[in-house]
């Protein structure tokens, strides 16, 4: 399949386009509102692949081209820009395509991070509720170590949560998803789910911070 990261500059982003691109045959478009920006960044991935042996190659296009040549679209961009980011790139989604949501509101003070739920319930409903009609929102990758999934050289070992309504999408998703070595998904169920799920991320940010070696923590259920 062909995989866009919309916000793939970002740090979730770089970690998703590097470890799509080296474990996985999926074709890897790393999309930006910057055409050059994604373009410059998508050569810097594809040279990290190159220096590790890896016939790999990343492309960059503007959010939109990027959208419209994808079969499933991962919103890595900021919470606050979820909703916008849909419904600028609506008109180049097809039906059948998938929109993926990693994102979760957080604020900070001067105890730690703290879940910031919005008003629609959660950052994935926000996706759900801008998305066109037959194109179905899944929720993944939402508590994963920006830092850790960009290191070719660490080993993963975790699991992602997989949340969405449509069982195929979901699937499809969950399939994406295991194609990284390490990364294994499990299902959450639909996405009124996505509050517990999207709450665990500033829960893992406060115990890597407050506690030596666990920089880059991330979650295994057993």
Known sequence: ?????????GDIGEGLALRLAADTSHEVLVGSRD???AE???EEYTTELDSRGLDREVYGFENVAAAEAADVVVLAVPPYHVGDTVEAVADALDDGDVLVSPATGMKRDEEGFHYHKPGAGSVTRIAADAAPEGVA???AFHNLAAARLANLDADLGIDTLVIGDDEDAKGIVADVAEGIEGLRALDAGGIANAPEIEGLTPLLINVASNNEGLHDLGIRFQ
């Not at 399949?1 to 500059?9: H, K, N, R, S, V």
């Open 35 to 37: 055409a050059k920006k």
């Open 137 to 139: 929102v899944v929720g």
């Open 40 to 42: 410059t960044k998508a």
């Open 1 to 9: 399949m062909d995989i866009a990261i919309l916000g793939g500059t």
